[in-house]
């Protein structure tokens, strides 16, 4: 049995989860187990801690307080020590574990706490109150000054079994337990060679609503009252005056005064309106926007040629819905005609901006509503586009695009896939195969959308003939077309005016063609570009009796005469978007279609701006984003 137990407290950490342990492995005191406490992380947490802790600890989110987490990971644990270190810090040296618990070998000595500094991303003023507050002294505390910080500490098991730290507590539980101790007799041990790199990354917000919280703590546990308040503002006041000066002396005042301001600001608000409240967060919703602010990042369209990276509180899920973590997204022309304001829903006011666009996306579960049971956390998903209400009489016909209150993801009224997060009803879900990768599944929503078109050409399960087939436009609907054809055994020609697109078909034993004049060889023709150029030919150089399906968009407005449709007997058929049928057929489809021409150009999320000026170009037959690859 190891002698000491680690325990991290973790939401959301997995950009510094793996560094954290492996400093743990380079430690020179090897009696520890690790154990990992998550509240509901939406990111890779759990399969970081999976991987590398010895025992992982999963609590609802609702359930959370930092002493309840505490008191959780101890129980599951066998140490006699308990050291207890964040998740965002890294041990300063290979000693840390040792010199953290050694002053528990002294049975007067119930807690230890080490020191912490700030690394180069804190904020200046943050770094200069670990300096003021962890100093290089060690020092054995004794009342009244009550001071600990859970940040990095370590205490005795059989003490905690008598007094667990406070779970009803909405911070400052460490304070709290050493404060019981104190009282007792029992000392409470700085120890600054026990060192860690404490690493905040907050948001302005998400400072105040720290301080807000060890504010009210602190006035619950009664070590600060209101009449304390001026010796609070005298001391912030004076923090700020050595904040500037010290900014001065080593020359950083120009580029960082307003950040000096602005922290000793909101660490002052958050903590003075903190003490003054000092009641206990009761309303879950508010404990909640204070426990797990951590935003997640999503491209948003603000308006026409608009765009920008923002972040975003993490909504709460109503009971039938998914919160999905996006892996890859793909770039569709309608992103880009939304961002150029040229889609036609922008113009009549269907839809409205501000949106996050994305359609063609993959991802994972991470989170179920209350009554989600055909889903798990885990679960690699996609999500079809077009999202009818259910209830009239368009989606009970299984026709959601037919709903008047259908909302497209990405598009009409739902926020899409250009997000590290989105969240959908449940029943627009489609769990992938296990053939099939998140990247490859992005090509599921186009793929619906080319098969939904084919079917209503009468092309279906018992009827895989189509008579003298061609698509015009090599592009992704297109090249996605013929490929869906020529799997089901059929014979296809595309037209197109781009080599390489030609190039990637030909190399698939598929027919293709420049001159769109030869279009008239063809009985059943699928308009792919939403040109209106190439429509206009089609229409016209067609053969007699030819149907053509269209499944470009947008088609620019012009004059036109209906009769070289009916003296010539031609039939014209429309499709947009797909259903859940056709999801259900891509996913069986899309494993066995060599897509890999899809995937030649992938971005990362934060580069989206250079990502869509490739896919205008027409270089790449798909461009990709890598959100959460």
């Not at 599951?76 to 840390?96: D, E, L, Q, Y």
């Not at 919703?285 to 923002?310: G, H, N, S, V, W």
């Not at 509180?313 to 998914?322: A, D, I, R």
């Not at 209503?456 to 399960?461: E, K």
């Amino acid at each position: 049995m190891p002698e000491t137990s680690i325990i991290i407290r973790t939401y959301n950490e997995e950009r510094h989860l793996p560094e954290l342990f492996r400093c743990f492995a380079e430690q020179e005191y090897r009696s520890f187990e690790t154990v990992v406490v998550d509240s509901g992380s939406i990111d890779r947490t759990r399969d970081i801690a999976s991987a590398y802790a010895d025992r992982l600890i999963s609590i609802r989110k609702h359930d959370f307080s930092f002493g309840y987490s505490l008191n959780e990971g101890i129980r599951n644990s066998t140490g006699r020590f308990i050291a207890i270190i964040s998740a965002h810090a890294m041990p300063g040296n290979t000693s840390w574990l040792a010199n953290l618990v050694q002053p528990l070998r002294d049975p007067a000595t119930a807690m230890v706490y080490g020191r912490q500094q700030g690394v180069t991303q804190s904020k200046f003023g943050e770094f200069r109150d670990f300096t003021r507050t962890f100093g290089l002294k060690r020092e054995v505390l004794k009342p009244p000054k009550f001071l600990a910080n859970n940040a990095n500490s370590a205490i005795r098991r059989d003490l905690w079994d008598q007094y667990a730290f406070d779970e009803t507590l909405p911070g400052l539980e460490d304070v709290d337990w050493a404060k019981h101790w104190m009282e007792q007799g029992y000392m409470v041990v700085y120890e600054p060679s026990a060192s860690i790199y404490h690493i905040h990354e907050e948001s302005w917000s998400q400072v105040r609503h720290r301080y807000y919280r060890e504010g009210q703590a602190a006035r619950w546990i009664g070590i600060t009252r209101r009449r304390d308040l001026p010796r609070e503002l005298f001391r912030e006041a004076a923090y700020l005056f050595g904040d500037l000066v010290q900014s001065i002396k080593q020359g950083v005042l120009p580029q960082k005064a307003a950040e000096i301001i602005r922290f000793r600001y909101e660490k002052t608000a958050g903590l003075v309106s903190g003490i003054w409240d000092g009641s206990l967060m009761e309303n879950p919703r508010l404990r909640e926007q204070l426990l797990f602010d951590k935003p997640y990042k999503a491209i948003t369209i603000q308006a026409p040629r608009e765009a920008m990276i923002q972040s975003f509180g993490v909504p709460e899920l109503k009971p039938g819905e998914v919160l999905v973590r996006v892996a890859y997204a793909g770039v569709c022309a309608t992103d880009l005609e939304i961002f150029e304001g040229r889609l036609g829903y922008y113009k009549t006011g269907i839809a409205k901006y501000p949106i996050v666009p994305g359609h063609e996306f993959s991802g994972v579960i991470v989170a179920t509503g209350a009554r989600v049971t055909e889903f798990a956390e885990n679960d690699s998903v996609v999500v079809e586009c077009i999202q009818g209400c259910g209830e009239c009489d368009a989606c009970r016909n299984g026709d959601a695009i037919g709903c008047s209150w259908r909302s497209e993801v990405g598009v009409i009224g739902r926020n899409g896939g250009y997000a590290e997060y989105m969240i959908t009803p449940a029943r627009f879900v489609h769990r992938l195969p296990a053939s099939l990768t998140l990247k490859h599944a992005i090509l599921c929503e186009p793929l619906a959308v080319v098969l939904k078109g084919l079917r209503r050409l009468g092309w279906n399960s018992s009827n895989r003939i189509l008579v003298r087939p061609a698509v015009v436009g090599g592009g992704p609907i297109g090249h996605l077309a013929a490929l869906a054809i020529a799997h089901r055994g059929g014979d296809i020609s595309v037209f197109d005016r781009n080599p390489q697109r030609l190039s990637y078909l030909a190399r698939r034993g598929i027919s293709v063609e420049e001159d769109l004049q030869k279009i008239a060889h063809f009985d059943t023709i699928i308009e792919a570009t939403g040109d209106a150029e190439a429509l206009d030919a089609v229409l016209h150089r067609s053969k007699p009796g030819a149907t053509i399906l269209l499944l470009g968009l947008p088609y620019a407005k012009r004059d036109f005469s209906f009769e070289s449709i009916v003296s010539y007997d031609k039939t014209i058929i429309g499709s947009v978007g797909s259903t859940s049928a056709d999801f259900d057929e891509a996913l069986r489809v899309l494993p066995d279609i060599d897509a890999s021409a899809f995937f030649e150009c992938i971005f990362p999320f934060e580069e989206f701006h250079q990502a869509w000026d490739i896919a205008r170009s027409g270089k790449h037959l798909k461009v990709v984003l890598e959100i959460n690859g």
